[in-house]
């Protein structure tokens, strides 16, 4: 597909440079499971690792509930977890990449359990496996039901203070990229709570953090997730892809909260239905595997019964029953807070913004585009994905590229970037930003239309014209744009307007940078 117009523009633009000097071997930006677990692997190679939050909190990773798919039950293998993987993409899955992920799955998941990660067990000692939706096997490695990200990232953050080659900067955000003046990046700059800003150097800086559910109003994401990196990278001349995709997860517990606790998935393949309030289960109206459909049909068929005024619940109480508290205490948890008892009651739910499928388009090794830049985590585009993406493969594709990245860093000879500079818009005021994030959930959420996307475009070009080439809304008017030029239904890509798919292809999109000399004239 063809691009769109450069959308960055507007004024409230510091200007910050750094010295011909890396401070820093490796650079990594974000500690969530991609962050840590690949400051890690790269042992002995000194690194700095940046985050924005005490370690541990406010990452996406220590919230995943379902756990990390793996073939590793004898029946199943990697050439049946590429094919599931390509089946959920909707025709964008790169195949090369869905067989890789799937076969070094396995060792990963070792990797974590030699870390300390206590995976749910078998009687006789093997990994407990659970069946997901669209996957053809059970082949997801849980922890106490739906404590597989925080378990994980327990086990990372304490082998990462036990650790003497990493150094961690808590309480700052990047804000934008350094770059000497062969393009190359050179770093980032840093923003602390007090809006001080600052320079960290290196000779290799990669991003690792997260993705973009922060850019709506119900989302399971940290509301700090509102795709930086992407709008950092792209102004930097990143090659981006496919950032139209975003999965909206469909059993979001639907009590008011920012952000909406998630009912996992791990719950439908137990046996949970999904009923609306008459107690009517809906899901063979729209989808012959019912509760087990990919996430996108699960979560349009809920937006559907909402929107009709039927309501949508998560009924457990036969499936699970007596042994919710102990089987998921994730979940159990958030339901009790809010006065209802799964075991008793039906859990009412929502589609939420959960995953975003595009990102910085990266290579086999998580190279971006850009010289001295990689990349690895929910902020890339590696095309492990597609258009929708198997559940439980989130983890998967971190723990692979964050150690193929480090295979590739970990003995390098790394080039010494130039004297850099970079230009750093200012922060969205929060009022503007909650009026993004409604904006983005009503007309680039789980059904979009041509007319509320260009309502939405509009809306994104005015808070810009009030408040400057701010991130969120840079990332969001590449979202907006990508959405409304895929003129058909893919994945989580959904038109109403144009409801059926074409031909699978990808959208690729790359800033234009206008001649020095033409700016001037």
Known sequence: MTGYPDPVTGGNIQTITAPPAAANDVLIVGAGLAGLFLALELAPRRCLVISPAPLGQAA?????????????????????????????????VDPIIARLIAEEGPARVRDLISLGVPFDRTPDGA????????????????VAGDLAGKAIMDALVAAVAASTHITVIEGVRAVGLLQDDTNRVAGVVLRDAAGNLTTQ????????????????????????????????????????ADVEFVQFHPTAIDIGRDPAPLATEALRGEGATLRNRDGKRFMANYHTLEELAPRDEVARAIHSERAAGRGAFLDCRTAVGTHFPEHF???????????????????????????????????????????????????????????????????????????????????????????SISTIPASLPHDALQTLRGEMSA?????????????LIATIE????????????????????????????????????????????????????KDTAEEVA
């Open 127 to 142: 990994l407990a496996l659970s069946l997901e939706a669209a996957h053809s096997r059970p082949r997801v490695a849980r």
């Open 329 to 419: 205490p994730t979940v159990f948890g958030a339901c009790k807070s809010a006065g209802i008892d799964p075991r008793f009651d039906m859990i009412p739910i929502a589609p939420a913004a959960h995953y975003h499928m595009g990102g910085i388009v990266a290579d086999f090794w998580g190279r971006s585009t850009l010289n001295g830049l990689s990349v690895c985590g929910e902020c890339t585009s590696t095309g492990a994905h597609g258009a929708n993406r198997l559940a439980s493969n989130s983890l998967l594709e971190a723990v692979v590229f964050s150690h193929r990245i480090a295979a590739h860093l970990r003995d390098a000879e790394l080039d010494e970037p130039g004297a």
């Open 443 to 455: 007309k680039c959420g789980v059904v979009r239309d041509a007319s509320g996307l260009g309502d």
């Open 201 to 240: 150097t290196a000779r290799q800086t990669v991003l690792c953090t997260g993705g973009t559910g922060g850019l709506f109003q119900v989302t399971t994401n940290p509301r700090e997730a509102r795709g930086d990196a992407i709008a950092m990278a792209y102004e930097a001349g990143a090659l981006i």
């Open 60 to 92: 996406s990773s220590a919230w995943a509930q379902g756990g990390l798919a793996a073939a590793l039950d004898p029946l199943d293998s990697a050439e049946q977890h590429a094919r599931d993987t390509i089946n959920a993409g909707a025709g964008l």
């Open 462 to 513: 005015t808070l810009r014209d009030q408040h400057g080439p701010a991130r969120p809304l840079v990332t969001a008017g590449l979202m907006a744009r990508a959405a409304l030029a895929r003129e058909e239904s893919r994945g989580g890509h959904y038109r109403s307007d144009f409801p059926d798919t074409g031909e699978p292809e990808r959208q690729f999109l790359l800033r234009e940078f």
